[in-house]
């Protein structure tokens, strides 16, 4: 058996599309440019990267691009006094705060900052409480953008088992929160996770986020089970994800490279939850409904 190659690039380019029809529209019928921010405070290249993309694909979308590159040194005070600003700007509807932040600068702090309806990352409090009872939130964009790749492949989720390895606050734990929304019988897994290999084999689903190249191994899957690798890890050999994509593949059904996979949705849903913000700002339908 050879797994479906579940191609995120092509979806991601597609949804991107979708959001330059609507922000076309939005300047056309009602004079609105969407308008993203991101700030980044140090100078780590693979942010620098990741950064450089989004504003490209900001811009090429016909949206308002804004970078705010600040030194490392950047104090605390400093952060939260441009948040304040990009809170208060009428012509910035998102905001995103590239993570990590540089040691001495309060995370939780610096997010909880962020105006909620301005948190396109929806890693904000109340967006991600609004995610855990069901209410309309922002959505984290990595794990949306996994799960319309899901929903694409699979159609309806309801009562498959889904093992997400990995608790972060920014992907494991909003990823599950998620598949327990599309009614998936959700596992956490993590580093204390006793028999992990075990635990993954029963699982239709597996949604990898971990940070540790090629840790999901195809004796670790579930004939025919639906392989979501959200690892980015550059390593001697290039940029690999969580999952051993060769031996995985033999296994698997279906199959998200890396590159190529998930981290292309991540920016295209960062771009549509930009437009999501922007329309609930003006009072507009939204029209991406992509979150809750
Ligand atoms: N493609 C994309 O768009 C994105 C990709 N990423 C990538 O996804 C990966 C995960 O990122 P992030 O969630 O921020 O990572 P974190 O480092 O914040 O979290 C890693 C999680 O993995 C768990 N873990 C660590 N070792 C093991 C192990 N041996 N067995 C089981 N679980 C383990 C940790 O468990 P514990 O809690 O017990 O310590 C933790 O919950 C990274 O490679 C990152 O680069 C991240 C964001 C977006
Ligand atoms: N506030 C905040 N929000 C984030 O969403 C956020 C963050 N901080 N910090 C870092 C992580 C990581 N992340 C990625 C997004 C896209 C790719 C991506 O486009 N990857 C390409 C390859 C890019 C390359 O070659 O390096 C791919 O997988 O095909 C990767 C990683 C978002 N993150
Ligand atoms: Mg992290």
Redesign the pocket.
């Known amino acids: 058996m050879t797994a479906d190659i579940i191609d995120g690039k092509a979806f991601a380019a597609g949804l991107r599309n979708k959001v330059a029809g609507h922000v076309a529209r939005l300047v056309a019928d009602h004079g609105i440019t969407p308008g993203l921010a991101v700030v980044l405070v140090g100078d780590d290249p693979a942010s620098d990267v990741y950064v450089r993309s989004k504003g490209r694909m900001t811009k090429a979308a016909g949206m308002l691009s804004v970078e705010h590159r600040l030194p490392a040194d950047t104090t605390q005070d400093d952060l939260l006094a441009l948040v304040a600003r990009l809170n208060a700007d009428r012509a910035i509807h998102g905001i995103l705060v590239q993570l990590p932040l540089p040691k001495g600068i309060d995370e939780a702090r610096v997010l909880a900052t962020i105006l909620p309806a301005k948190d396109v990352d929806g890693f904000h409090i109340s967006n991600v409480g609004l995610l855990a009872v069901g209410q309309r939130a922002m959505v984290p ?2 794990p949306l ?1 996994c799960i319309l790749m899901l929903r694409e492949h699979l159609g309806d989720l309801s009562g498959l088992d889904a093992v997400v ?8 734990k909003p990823m599950a929160q998620l598949l327990l929304g599309e009614n998936c019988t959700v596992t956490l ?5 006793r028999d ?1 290999a075990g635990v993954v084999r029963r699982a239709d689903i597996v949604v990898a ?4 190249p090629c ?1 999901v191994t195809a004796d670790w899957i579930k004939p025919g089970a639906t392989v979501i690798d ?4 550059r390593t001697d050999a290039g940029l690999v994800g ?1 999952v051993d994509f060769a031996g995985v593949a033999a296994v698997a059904g279906a199959i998200t490279p ?1 590159p190529g ?3 292309p ?2 920016i295209a849903c960062l771009l549509a939850n930009t437009v999501t913000a922007c329309c609930r700002a003006n009072g507009l339908p939204e029209p991406m409904g992509l979150t809750l």
């Open positions: 964009c990595t953008g390895i990995g608790r972060s606050n920014i992907v494991g897994a993590h580093s204390r996770t992990l986020a971990v940070g540790r840790m959200v690892g980015i890890n969580d890396v996979g998930v981290g949705m991540t």
